[in-house]
């Protein structure tokens, strides 16, 4: 009789384990899917092509085309919530010859009210309601991407306009950025890189590359430079 208690006992418990873990597990499930659902509310993932972030970012080679995607740029995320600050990378839409819009991704060093200056390569800012230009040490450069006897880089000084930022690419020698463009207005931002997603892109990287390249999903967002 008691074998027979503990066998319904036992029997009546053993359900109740398997419906706890299964709880357990949709409740961890409906939280990655908030969590993914508020991350993609305010970033969005990016691929970035060409040379001109260089050394900061690698960039895929550029194809035939802006629609062509091959493989060797780095993934990062933008958070498009944000207003940029100095120094910080940022992606902001713009047009080809023909009008049509796509995204590039480079530096802003300068806002509305700044004037800027590079001489032989290096960069000199008088930020707006100073009187003197300050040396910037820009630590993210390398002499390999900004040589100094490169006419490119040695830009007369330019006051940027108000609601406007000077955007510059890491690599100097190759960027078409303001010095080419002009200042670009602060509507036309699509959103910041963040620090972390800089820190972290060799995972983020590999992740979306295996998805993107491997699986052949081709669902990530793509920015050109």
């Not at 993932?45 to 040379?51: H, P």
Request: charged fraction near 20%.
């Amino acid at each position: 009789m008691l074998n027979k208690v503990g066998k319904s006992l036992y029997e009546r418990q053993k359900p109740s384990v398997l419906n706890l873990i299964l709880n357990i597990a949709i409740v961890i499930i409906c939280l990655v899917f908030i969590v993914e659902i508020i991350f993609n509310m305010y970033f969005t993932n990016i691929y970035v092509k060409g040379r001109s972030m260089m050394p900061t970012l690698t960039g895929a080679p550029s194809g035939t085309d802006r629609s062509e995607i091959l493989p060797g740029g780095d993934y990062v995320f933008v958070n498009t919530h944000i207003a940029p600050d100095y120094f910080d990378i940022v992606v902001v839409q713009t047009s080809d010859g023909s009008g049509l819009p796509y995204d590039i991704i480079k530096r802003a060093v300068a806002f509305g009210g700044d004037t800027i200056k590079i001489d032989r390569g290096q960069l000199w800012i008088k930020y707006k309601g100073s009187s003197d230009f300050t040396k910037i040490d820009e630590y993210y450069l390398s002499e390999e991407f900004n040589d100094a006897g490169d006419p490119k880089n040695t830009y007369g000084e330019h006051l940027v306009a108000e609601g406007c930022m000077f955007l510059l690419g890491d690599n100097r020698n190759e960027s078409a950025d303001s010095r080419d463009k002009g200042d670009f207005p602060l509507s036309a931002l699509v959103g910041v890189v963040p620090d972390w997603s800089i820190k972290n892109k060799g995972w983020i990287t590999s992740l979306y590359t295996f998805f993107e390249f491997t699986m052949g999903l081709n669902k990530f967002g793509k920015t050109y430079d």
